[in-house]
T-cell receptor, first 112, second 116 residues
C-alpha cells in the first residue's frame, strides 16, 4: 500500500505564482525525498530532508518536514511553465535508509 | 555524476512472450538496485529489491516466477517479464543505490512495455 498521500492531486497555477504540495505518511522515517517526473519519463531527484531536519532549501524549492504530524510540504516559488510535471514524495523508513515508498503524486500545471 | 540507463526504452510484444529489461549504472557501482512499476496516472510501486550476487527480494503480491530478476554484477540488473500478458503493460523503472552512499537512489529513464 502507498505510504504517502499527497494533496492536492492536481494543481494548476499561473506562471510566477508559488506552488505548494503536501505529503503525509504513516510510519517513522529515516528521510523524505521529493522527485519530479515529466510525462512518460523517469524520475528526477529534487531534494532530500532527513528526519532530524525541519526545513531545507534548494534554489526555488523549499521543503519542510514535521515528523510530529508525519507530513512534508514542497514549495516551488516563482513557478515557470517548465515546472509542469508530476511531483512525488518518497519516504525511506527508519532502519532502512534505502527502500523508498512513493506517495500518490501531485500533477502540477503551470500556465504561461 | 550518477547515471542509470535502461534498455530498451520501449518494447511492444505479443502476449505469451518474455521480455528482458536491463538496468545499468554507468559511472558507479551499485550493490542494490530497485525495480518499480508505474501504471498510467499512478505512482511508482516497488516490485523488488535486487542485490548483487544474491536472490532478489520481492514485495508482497509480486510473483517472483513471473518477474525474474538477475543482478550479476555491480553495474547491471535485469528484469525479465515471463509469459507477458496485456495486464503487464506498464512503465518499468529501475533505480540504483550507490555503493558507499547513504540515501540517494538514482533512477533510470524507464521502459514502456506494451503487451498486445
Amino acid at each position: 500500500s502507498q505510504q504517502g498521500e499527497e494533496d492536492p492531486q492536481a494543481l494548476s497555477i499561473q506562471e510566477g505564482e508559488n506552488a505548494t504540495m503536501n505529503c503525509s505518511y504513516k510510519t517513522s522515517i529515516n528521510n523524505l525525498q521529493w522527485y519530479r517526473q515529466n510525462s512518460g519519463r523517469g524520475l528526477v531527484h529534487l531534494i532530500l530532508i532527513r528526519s532530524n531536519e525541519r526545513e531545507k532549501h534548494s534554489g526555488r524549492l523549499r521543503v519542510t518536514l514535521d515528523t510530529s504530524k508525519k507530513s512534508s510540504s514542497l514549495l516551488i516559488t516563482a513557478s515557470r511553465a517548465a515546472d509542469t510535471a508530476s511531483y512525488f514524495c518518497a519516504t525511506a523508513p527508519s532502519g532502512s535508509a534505502r527502500q523508498l515508498t512513493f506517495g500518490s503524486g501531485t500533477q502540477l500545471t503551470v500556465l504561461p | 555524476g550518477a547515471v542509470v540507463s535502461q534498455h530498451p526504452s520501449w518494447v511492444i510484444c505479443k502476449s505469451g512472450t518474455s521480455v528482458k529489461i536491463e538496468c545499468r549504472s554507468l559511472d558507479f557501482q551499485a550493490t542494490t538496485m530497485f525495480w518499480y512499476r508505474q501504471f498510467p496516472k499512478q505512482s511508482l510501486m516497488l516490485m523488488a529489491t535486487s542485490n548483487e550476487g544474491s536472490k532478489a527480494t520481492y514485495e508482497q503480491g509480486v510473483e517472483k516466477d513471473k518477474f525474474l530478476i538477475n543482478h550479476a554484477s555491480l553495474t547491471l540488473s535485469t528484469l525479465t517479464v515471463t509469459s507477458a500478458h496485456p495486464e503487464d503493460s506498464s512503465f518499468y523503472i529501475c533505480s540504483a543505490h550507490k555503493l558507499a552512499s547513504t540515501d540517494t537512489q538514482y533512477f533510470g529513464p524507464g521502459t514502456r512495455l506494451t503487451v498486445l
